[in-house]
Each structure stands twice: as structure tokens, then as C-alpha cells.
């Protein structure tokens, strides 16, 4: 029995002390957290992503627990531009409930929408997803995971016909011979992740680091790929070039478990390496090097994240590196394979079970007949009352108050004033709406402009399940009842389902609204049917697929077929096309955004902590000294980050690790300092993901 089932299942009463996640990022690392006297102690717990280490933010994570910022009551705003002020349970679900009632009725189903989050558990997505399509009857549900790793997701699907992020055990990176690494910078964001790759390190294997910043994960690579930001399609396809030039292909391997290599081939052929160089700034050298070292190995694993994926073409550029992988028979062999490094805590069960807009539970369509009605007879709803698929979350924010757009939004766990591209025209776009609703245990930046915010628990006053970025389902654990006057997201959804008269059943307790999930999800891609939460007990989570109880898990995808129609992996021709922006005479620099080691997100929750705070106390702007000098700025001085859209200001921060032409800031921080006022609403037509990545901006002296 796990540590974390002994402490789950003591006899008596709540114990005080619960073995349990960390609530921020995918990798979800152990935690034990401990109540004596009221305080509560959180202490890193061995478990197979984190392998006893944890974060400042985890380590931190109990802080917010009592805050004195902490919502427990709801409030409620009277009249617009008007204070919001305590109010009743009841008198806030009567005015939610009320006003969407009037306000579908005067214009329809869809002038309701829902906005969820990647870090609610999976009860809590699959409810909210229930709840946008029976109790609200709108196509318009999506979420800020849409940001996160849609285009990895989309390019999965495409080419595997499934989207988990990485198809193998995190344990299966230490035992690479050659780890490539697109835009991610886990040494910042996943620090215990490091474990893995010191491992990896310890037995000889070789680290490259693509990315346009000598990042904290980049000084420890054997070898760094700086390119511009933009230009990972096209360092990709020289990649593949130079396989195929010198004889690196598995052509078994193509000809076995892939279909459309020849198009690809023909693609890649006029792909030139100093092409490539040209527009990434990566010498063909270094390009060489990194096809010769993913090539002439047993075992090679390729990752990307944000910083490929967060691009107008995101979802080309994974294939592009997908294409690479396949070219050279990594997927499905052991110890080898492509994957990608989800970002929020429940990226990927916040994706699978109905958040997304054209999602049914078990990751199906829901334009798919044969899903609606297995969905439907779960929900004992008529599939005809099912309604299609709305759009992603970007398309349904700048629609928000429009002519034709929905004139209600409910948000859950999101906080789109600070993470929205082009904040300014999102939060311009939620302030023209009839009805906000956030839910939330803070008041977030978007809470601030709500009408009604209606206080839920956090993730210690809580069970239920997340899916890590392994496709690993875990336990979360509740430690303490949420305090007075907080009720749980799953009693909000049911409360207003009532109120609502919904048709359907809509529990409060996570425990059955896990077992409605998994009868949901069975048959379906994501298949949760033989996941209990006494089996995630009794080991250390289940992997997905798991159809059967008694049958096993699938830590392992893809060893002897993919699941496409034919089985097979599928090559997809892709080329290298420019930013959505150009650079101009106006605005001849390119901004990057990203974040820091102490922050997650929005920073609503790790902005109030105190350690965090002092580590990072605010924005900056990453600028080259090169570059600095050009412009007379200084250390520390204020500095303007200008684009089309709108500006940032931040002291600058002088660094060689960037390169000269482009600049970075962080996106954690709102007002005057928010990045996301400058960054590129342009999306990628496949995932819908914006252009977070990359826009034209210039900087000044403030
Ligand atoms: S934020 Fe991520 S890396 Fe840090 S402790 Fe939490 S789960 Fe682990």
C-alpha cells in the first residue's frame, strides 16, 4: 500500500494529515501536508515525477490557505460601475441563475458561455463540461488549456490519432542517450524534473536545448540551439534533411508503422540546412551535430513545449518534430519516442473529459454521432439536445458582448485579464457583458470586474483526481473542510443546476461524479472505465487507457500499433512560414514572454505568497547589453515594451543570454507591467493557440 492510501484511509475522522499533489504545474509532484495547531506544513513525498523534491511553489503552496485575501463569502456588484459587496449564498446563485435565465431567454442558448481551467480536477472539468451542454444547453464552453498545449494536442491527433503528452514514464527520459529539448525550460518551471535529466546526465547521455534563451535548462545542455523565435519549423525540417542526406532514416520503421513519408521526403529535400541558418541564426553545424546525435543512438527522446508550440503554426511545428521522430523510429520503441511537457496541473485531464469546445467526455467529438449518444445515455439526456461544437477560447473571448456573441460568461479557475492575449481588448470585451460570474478562492483580476464571485475551496479542502503530463491519473486528497462560507465548484454546478431545473443528475460528491466519468469516458480514446480511485491508491496512479478494472493500465503507448484507423503513424508535409508580424521599422524587435521560477500563470495565487514575492518581486524586460546600449538603457531603469496592441513597463534586465534582436518579459504580472497588453492575438488555424511566442515591438526608455 502507497503512503498516500495508508494516510487516506485511516479509520475515524478526517485525518490531519493527507498525502496529496502539489496544485500548480503537470508534473504534480508528492506532497504530505500536515495540520498541527491550525498551520499547515507541506513536505515533499517520493513519487515517480518528482522523486522527493518539490519546488518553491510547492513548498509554499499552504500559505494560501488561510490568507487573509482568501474569499469566503460571495459577492455581489448592484449595478454597473458599482462596488461589489458581501452577499448570501443564496441571494448570489438566485441573481447568477436568474440572469441567465433572462438572458437565454431574450437571446438564445448560446448568449451563455463557460470558461474553465487547466487546473480543476477532472470531476470538475467533466461537470463543467456537463453542465455548459445540458444545464445551459451552449455550444460555448472552452478553457485557458486552449493557451497551453492545444498545439502539441491537435498535432498528436493528427499524426498518432490520440493527444497524451508523453506516451512514456517521465522515469524513460534518464535513460536517453540524447534528450532534445524544444522551448521548455523545465530547470524554471518543473525544477524536480532536473532529477530526471541528472540522471540521464549521470549515465552519459547528451542534452540539447533549443531555445532563443540561454535559459537556467540551456546552461546545462551539451549544446545550445539559439534560434530566433518563430523558426523551430525550419530548424526542424534541416534536422530531418540532414537524416535523410546522410542515411539516418529507419526505413523499416517508415515502411512498417507510417504512412506519407514520401511527401515529407520531398518537402524536407529543398529544406537546406544554411537555409535554415538564415533564418534561425542556428549554424548548419550546430544542426549537424543534433541530427548526428538524435540519429546514431539507441534510445532518443524529442519533447517540445511553450516556446515551439506557442506560435500561429504551432501545431505545423510539432509535426515538423514529430516527422523527425518518426523518420528516425523513435515512437513506440523503448526508451525512445516524441512527447510533450503539458504546463498546467490538469492540462491534460482538463482537456479530456469535456472543457474543450469540441470535446465530449474521453477526449471524443462532439460532432460524432456515435459519441453523443453514448455520452447522452450517461447523461440520460436526448443526444438531440446536445449542442455542437463552439469555438476556442480566444474566438469566444473577443466575441464576449458583441452583436452576436454571448452576453453571460461563468469562469472557473482562470484568470484571463492577466493571461489572455491582448489583455486590454479581453478585458474591454468582459466589461461589455450583461453578466460575469467568476468562481474563484482569490480575487483574481478578472474577479475584480465580475458581477457575481462566488467563493469555492482549494485543492487541500478537496478530493478528486488529476492526470499528469504522463497521462498518469493521481489522487488528490482533501486535508481540512473548506472554512465557513466557501462551498466546492462541484456544489456551485449542482446548486445552479437546480436552480436551473436541469435535466440530469448533478452531484456534488466528487467520488460519484468520478464514477459517472468513467462510464462516460469508456470506449472513448481517453479511456478512464478501469480507473477507481482505490486503484490509484493501491499504486502509484493508473495510465490511460485503462478500459477494463481488472485489466492493465498503458504507461506505454505506441509499442505495436498507433491508434489510427489503419494503425499507423502519419507523416504530414509542413514548411516554415514567418510570424504572424513581421519586425518593421516601427517595431524592429521581437518580444518573447514566458515565466520565472517563483511564479505559475496569472499569478493571482503566487503573487500573494510572501516567499514567492520576494523571490520575484515584479515584471522586468530581458534585454541584451548589446541592445541596451543601442538604446542608452540601464540596470534597473524603466523601460517601455510598445507594440500595435498596446504596452508594458518594466525595469529592464540586462542579460547576454538573450539574444540581441529580441526581447523577453514574464507574464505573470498584471496592470501597467502586464505582457500580455503587447503580446499577438493571431492563432493558429488548426489548435486555435495564440501567438504568445513572438510580435513586433520597440522598446524605449520610459
Ligand atoms: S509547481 Fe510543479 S514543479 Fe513545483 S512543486 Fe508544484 S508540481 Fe512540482
Keep these: 500500500m502507497t503512503d498516500g492510501a495508508r494516510l487516506a484511509t485511516q479509520p475515524g475522522v478526517r485525518p490531519r494529515e493527507a498525502a496529496t499533489h502539489c496544485p500548480y504545474c503537470a508534473l504534480q509532484c508528492g506532497m504530505v501536508l500536515r495540520e498541527t495547531a491550525g498551520r499547515v506544513e507541506v513536505t515533499p513525498r517520493d513519487f515517480p515525477t518528482n522523486r522527493g523534491g518539490l519546488c518553491q511553489k510547492g513548498w509554499t503552496a499552504a500559505d494560501l490557505l488561510d490568507h487573509p485575501d482568501r474569499l469566503t463569502t460571495p459577492l455581489l456588484r448592484d449595478r454597473p460601475g458599482g462596488e461589489l459587496r458581501p452577499a448570501s449564498w443564496d441571494a448570489a446563485l438566485d441573481r447568477v441563475a436568474g440572469g441567465l435565465r433572462a438572458i437565454q431567454e431574450r437571446h438564445g442558448r448560446d448568449a451563455v458561455a463557460v470558461f474553465g481551467g487547466g487546473g480543476l480536477t477532472n470531476e470538475k472539468a467533466y461537470a463543467l463540461g456537463k453542465f455548459a451542454r445540458v444545464a445551459l444547453g451552449t455550444r460555448h464552453i472552452d478553457y485557458n488549456g486552449r493557451w497551453c498545449m492545444s498545439s502539441a494536442a491537435a498535432a498528436g491527433m493528427r499524426a498518432f490519432g490520440v493527444d497524451r503528452g508523453l506516451p512514456f514514464p517521465l522515469a524513460d527520459l534518464g535513460r536517453a542517450d540524447t534528450l532534445l529539448l524544444v522551448g ?82 520531398r518537402t524536407v529535400a529543398g529544406c537546406w540546412p544554411a537555409e535554415a541558418e538564415r533564418l534561425s541564426g542556428v549554424p548548419v553545424a550546430d544542426l549537424e551535430a543534433t541530427a548526428w546525435a538524435l540519429a546514431t543512438v539507441d534510445r532518443a527522446v524529442i519533447l517540445t513545449a511553450r516556446g515551439a508550440e506557442q ?146 475551496a482549494q485543492w487541500a ?79 502509484t496512479g493508473v495510465f490511460w487507457p485503462c478500459p477494463d478494472e481488472d485489466g492493465p493500465d498503458t504507461p506505454h503507448l505506441f509499442a505495436h500499433r498507433f491508434p489510427t484507423p489503419d494503425g499507423r503513424a502519419r507523416f504530414r508535409a509542413v514548411t516554415h512560414r514567418p510570424a504572424a508580424e513581421p519586425v518593421c521599422a516601427d517595431y524592429p524587435l521581437h518580444l518573447t514572454t514566458g515565466r520565472v521560477l517563483a511564479h505559475y500563470q496569472s499569478g493571482a495565487q503566487t503573487r500573494r505568497v510572501a516567499a514567492l514575492r520576494r523571490a520575484a518581486p515584479g515584471a522586468f524586460v530581458e534585454l541584451h547589453p548589446d541592445l541596451a546600449g543601442r538604446l542608452g538603457v540601464a540596470e534597473g531603469e524603466e523601460v517601455r515594451v510598445v507594440s500595435r496592441r498596446g504596452e508594458l513597463r518594466a525595469p529592464a534586465r540586462l542579460s547576454p543570454a538573450i539574444r540581441p534582436d529580441t526581447v523577453f518579459a514574464p507574464f505573470h504580472w498584471p496592470g501597467a507591467a502586464r505582457a500580455n497588453s503587447v503580446t499577438n492575438d493571431a492563432v493558429d488555424p488548426v489548435s486555435g493557440m495564440p501567438e504568445f511566442k513572438i510580435c513586433a515591438v520597440r522598446v524605449e526608455r520610459a
Design 461 to 539: 479542502e478537496e478530493d478528486g483526481t488529476m492526470t499528469n503530463l504522463e497521462g498518469r491519473v493521481l489522487r488528490r486528497r482533501a486535508l481540512r473542510e473548506p472554512p465557513p462560507g466557501v462551498r466546492t465548484d462541484l456544489a456551485v454546478l449542482a446548486a445552479l443546476a437546480a436552480r436551473l431545473d436541469a435535466p440530469g443528475a448533478f452531484p456534488a460528491d466528487p467520488a460519484a461524479v468520478f464514477e459517472e466519468l468513467r462510464r462516460a469516458s469508456a470506449g472513448g480514446p481517453a479511456d478512464y472505465a478501469g480507473v477507481s480511485w482505490d486503484r490509484i491508491d493501491a499504486d
Design 311 to 456: 506560435h500561429a503554426k504551432g501545431v505545423d511545428t510539432v509535426t515538423a518534430f514529430i516527422n523527425l521522430a518518426l523518420a528516425l523510429g523513435l515512437p513506440g520503441r523503448p526508451g525512445s519516442g516524441y512527447g510533450c511537457l503539458t504546463g498546467q496541473g490538469n492540462g491534460q485531464g482538463g482537456r479530456e473529459h469535456g472543457q474543450k469546445a469540441d470535446q465530449l467526455p474521453g477526449y471524443r467529438r462532439i460532432d460524432d454521432p456515435a459519441a453523443r449518444e453514448h455520452v447522452a445515455t450517461v447523461w440520460g439526456v436526448d443526444p438531440a439536445v446536445l449542442p455542437g461544437p463552439g469555438v476556442p477560447a480566444y474566438q469566444l473571448l473577443d466575441s464576449l458582448g458583441t452583436t452576436h456573441g454571448p452576453r453571460a460568461l461563468l469562469v472557473f479557475g482562470s484568470n484571463p485579464v492577466v493571461s489572455a492575449p491582448r489583455a486590454a481588448r479581453v478585458e474591454s470585451r468582459l466589461r461589455d457583458l450583461d453578466l460575469l460570474v467568476v468562481a474563484d478562492f482569490l480575487r483574481s483580476e478578472t474577479a475584480d470586474l465580475a458581477d457575481v464571485v462566488l467563493p469555492v
Design 184 to 265: 521548455a525550460n523545465p530547470a524554471e518551471t518543473m525544477p524536480p524534473l532536473m532529477r530526471h535529466l541528472a540522471d540521464q546526465r549521470a549515465r552519459g547521455g547528451r542534452l540539447i536545448v533549443v531555445d532563443p534563451r540561454l535559459t537556467a535548462t540551456a546552461r546545462q545542455a551539451d549544446l545550445h540551439l539559439q534560434p530566433l523565435p518563430g523558426t523551430d519549423l525550419a530548424v526542424a525540417n534541416a534536422l530531418l534533411h540532414i537524416a535523410l542526406t546522410e542515411g539516418w532514416i529507419d526505413r523499416a520503421y517508415v515502411a512498417d508503422r507510417t504512412t506519407g513519408f514520401d511527401e515529407v521526403r
